[in-house]
Every structure is written in C-alpha cells, then in structure tokens.
C-alpha cells in the first residue's frame, strides 16, 4: 500500500469514529429523552388516576350529608323500628366503606377552635364579643381524603 492509499484510510477510519460517537452520543440522548418522557408520562397518569379517585368520592358527599340529616333527626320510636335500625346500618356501612376509600369526616364541635384549613366560616354570630373564634355550630360536615381537605366543614363561628 502506498502511503497516500495509507493515510486515505486513517482519515476515513478517523471519521466512521467521529460518526460512531455521533450516533452513540445521540441514541443516549434519545434512551434519556424516551425516558424523562416515560417518567413524566407515568406521573401524568398517576395524578389523573387520583383526580379520578377525588372527583368520585366527591360525589358521595351529597349522600353523607342526607344520612348525617336523617340520623340526626331520628326520634327514639323511630330509632325502635325496622326502618330506623336499617337506616343507622346503613349509615354505619356507608361509614365503613368512606374508611375503606380513605375518607374520613373532619371532627369539628361547637366550641372548638375555628380552624381555617379545615372550616368555612358562612355565619358570625355577631352577637358574641372577644378575640379568638370558635365555632358555634356545625352547618354541614367537612371531608379529608387521602390526607387533603375534599370539601372544608362549614360553621358558623362566635368570638369568644
């Protein structure tokens, strides 16, 4: 071989490797790339999964809310009959099931502090004369799910 046909072949070696590390250097781009996209695409379906869950549970809302009113005015005769023990059992079941799901009603009573994370305030008794609010009365029960607050506990607050 002569010694042009010699360095002909090192520069055309000499270039295969620059495209060889090209390529390399791009497909690990693109396996990075893919990747990320994987990732983000998993966490994407992760959270509309959860808002999915949220906005399902949310619906059973109305429901506690009627039997949270239907047992609560109960009288004992009623209480005694078929009818209202099939009520309270259902409304026990229907509790069990709220734990099942992760949902769990916000424990709130009149006199408590008035907390705004977990209370609206949609009265004030503007009767009351003080610094610190608590809560006079519970108008409609509050929801945590899964840790966060799905619907707040409405009161009406007083100063006290």
């Known amino acids: ?12 070696n000499g270039e295969l490797v620059a495209k060889i590390q090209e390529t390399t250097a791009d497909l690990q781009r693109t396996r990075a790339d893919f990747e990320n996209y994987r990732k983000h695409v998993e966490a994407d379906v992760a959270r509309a999964a959860a808002n999915g869950e949220r906005k399902a549970v949310a619906k059973i809302l109305p429901i506690l ?11 004992d005769d009623i ?3 078929e009818f209202g023990r099939g009520v309270e059992l259902t409304r026990k079941n229907l509790a ?37 609010e608590v809560v006079a009365e519970v108008l409609q029960n509050g929801y945590v799910y899964g840790g966060a607050v ?4 409405m009161v009406k607050v007083a100063r006290k």
């Open 1 to 12: 071989m002569t010694k042009k046909a010699d360095e002909d072949l090192a520069q055309e």
């Open 79 to 81: 209480r005694a009959t």
């Open 96 to 132: 069990k099931t709220c734990a099942e799901l992760n949902l769990a009603q916000i424990a709130v009573k009149p006199g408590d502090d008035f907390n705004h994370e977990f209370m609206n305030a949609v009265q004030v008794d503007e009767t009351s004369a003080g610094d610190k």
């Open 150 to 153: 799905l619907r707040p506990a």
């Open 65 to 75: 809310d009627i039997f949270d009113a239907l047992t609560a005015n109960l009288t």
